[in-house]
């Protein structure tokens, strides 16, 4: 029997300005547990470089979740999810200088490639603590425990709503 494998998240930033808007990934992968490693690799400035991490990962015994965080021309996470087998989370920043626009650069993607987008960071972080959770009892125990917390502060929130 094959050594169980490691579950863990990747994080690639496309650009060190890019980490503020991507710190409540990683602390929301904290706050359940969850492993992950954080680095910052353009697919523009330096693709070979990525594409020898995704190798890596790829002959490794892990399970990896990939959430990318790139504006502009988000070249990022299309090469990221055509070049590993696991799943790809692309978490765009929002721009004010093209108001936005240029989150089409995460949506329009060839076929074939398709990495989930989801713009708020600790979503994308939440997408992958789901994922991993398909194979881990304690991981899912606590997700669970997560989503009755969310369920208990609405009905809360709603009681006090009700009375005043």
């Not at 990747?10 to 300005?17: A, D, F, M, P, R």
């Not at 492993?35 to 523009?44: L, N, P």
């Not at 978490?91 to 708020?120: H, Q, T």
């Not at 125990?141 to 609405?154: I, P």
Request: proline share 4%.
């Amino acid at each position: 029997m094959g050594e169980k494998m490691a579950d863990r998240v990747v994080i690639i930033l496309g650009s060190g300005s890019d980490e503020e808007f991507a710190k409540a990934i990683w602390t929301t992968l904290e706050k359940h547990g969850v492993k992950y490693t954080k680095r910052v690799i353009s697919a523009h400035r330096r693709p070979s470089v990525l594409l020898d991490l995704l190798k890596k990962d790829e002959e490794s015994n892990d399970h990896v979740v990939y959430i990318t965080v790139a504006g502009r021309s988000n070249a990022l996470s299309g090469v990221v999810d055509s070049n590993t087998r696991f799943a790809v989370i692309a978490c765009p920043p929002y721009s004010e200088k093209f108001s936005g626009m240029d989150i089409y650069s995460s949506l329009r993607m060839p076929g074939g490639v398709a990495p989930v987008v989801i713009l708020e960071p600790e979503n994308a972080a939440l997408v992958a603590v789901k994922i991993l959770a398909y194979g881990d009892s304690n991981l899912y125990s606590k997700l669970t425990k997560y989503r009755k917390d969310m369920q208990d502060k609405n009905q809360a929130d709603d009681e006090r709503f009700m009375k005043s």
